[in-house]
């Protein structure tokens, strides 16, 4: 009885060893390749701390000559202009995953001049804009930075001030306002 144990055994074994055979070559059995490819779109972000959107609005206010008066309040964001000086705005915080160049373009609505929109003449305070480490003085009413590669993941921050030009002796004192829009693009 024990030898025909062992015989049936053997035989259930061998049954099972033709059976994993057949399936691994049988012809329903096919093998599939999968690929996964993820793609990441380039980004190229600009956010600004000193203005509601990509839109900000510049106002200086010009005293008269000898005046001690304070400059007045509630106007939004101000700041004194006065010849020569530097007038920081805040900071723009910038995300790209472009491993090549892209351009900041600044747009100025008067450009790249402050003006006094309340004043018969037609008087204009110049001044360039800095961007980080850089400064541009406007062409064709806009100002250009260019820069390249990858920003860190929480992005890179730039510091915005504009440099004041000179003011003329004419000018008659109170407000004078630009207003700037800024955009980012590959190149």
Known sequence: MESQTKRIVLAV??????????????????????????????????????ANSATA?????LRSDGTTNPMPA??????EIKPGATVELGSAHLFSN????????AYSANGGALRNSYSMTNDAIPYSLILGSMQAVPQGGA??????????KD???????LALGAVPANAPSGFYAD?????????
């Open 74 to 79: 509630g106007k939004g964001n101000q700041f």
């Open 155 to 161: 992005g890179t921050e730039l510091k915005v001030a």
């Open 179 to 187: 207003q700037l829009m800024f955009s980012v693009s590959a190149n």
């Open 13 to 50: 074994l061998m049954i099972i060893v033709c059976a994993s055979v057949f399936a691994q070559n049988s012809p329903r059995s096919t093998s599939a390749t999968i690929q996964i490819v993820a793609v990441v779109p380039s980004i190229l972000k600009l956010n600004l701390d000193f």
């Open 57 to 61: 609005t510049l106002l200086g206010y």
């Open 98 to 105: 472009v491993p090549g160049s892209y351009t900041i373009i």
């Open 143 to 152: 100002f250009r930075f260019t820069a390249s590669g990858k920003s860190t």
